[in-house]
Nanobody, 123 residues
Framework: QVQLKESGGGLVQAGGSLRLSCAASERTLSNTMGWFRQAPGKEREFVAGMRWIGYITFYADSVKGRFTISRDNAKNTVTLQMNSLRPEDTAVYYC?????????????????WGQGTQVTVSS
C-alpha cells in the first residue's frame, strides 16, 4: 500500500489560487491517482484523476477549466493546481492512490489515502 501525504491547503479569498501536493512513498506506475474532497455533512466526491499510463487526466464538471492535476515522476508527487477558487470549493481535500489502471471516479476503487488537507475559500 502506497503511503500518501498532502500539503498546500489553506485559506484563500474567492478568485484566488492554491496548489496542493501529494507525496507518495513509492512509485505508483500502472495506477490511477486522484484527488477527492469532502465538505462537512457531504459525501466524499471526486475532483480530478490521472491515469499513470498515458498521462490521461479527467475532472469533475464542477472544477473543469479551473483545476489541473499533474505529476512529477522524479519526486513521486501529484499536484492539484486550483485557480478561480469559489466558496463552494471549501472542503478537506484528499489524495488517493492505488486506483485501477483504467481510471475511476469512485472512492471505493482507491486503495491508498492521505490524511487530507483543509481548503477554505472565503467570499
Amino acid at each position: 500500500q502506497v503511503q500518501l501525504k498532502e500539503s498546500g491547503g489553506g485559506l484563500v479569498q474567492a478568485g484566488g489560487s492554491l496548489r496542493l501536493s501529494c507525496a507518495a512513498s513509492e512509485r505508483t506506475l500502472s495506477n490511477t491517482m486522484g484527488w477527492f474532497r469532502q465538505a462537512p455533512g457531504k459525501e466524499r466526491e471526486f475532483v480530478a484523476g490521472m491515469r499513470w499510463i498515458g498521462y490521461i487526466t479527467f475532472y469533475a464538471d464542477s472544477v473543469k477549466g479551473r483545476f489541473t492535476i499533474s505529476r512529477d515522476n522524479a519526486k513521486n508527487t501529484v499536484t492539484l493546481q486550483m485557480n478561480s477558487l469559489r466558496p463552494e470549493d471549501t472542503a478537506v481535500y484528499y489524495c488517493a492512490g492505488d486506483g485501477p489502471a483504467y481510471g475511476s471516479r469512485h472512492p471505493s476503487d482507491f486503495g491508498s489515502w492521505g490524511q487530507g488537507t483543509q481548503v477554505t475559500v472565503s467570499s
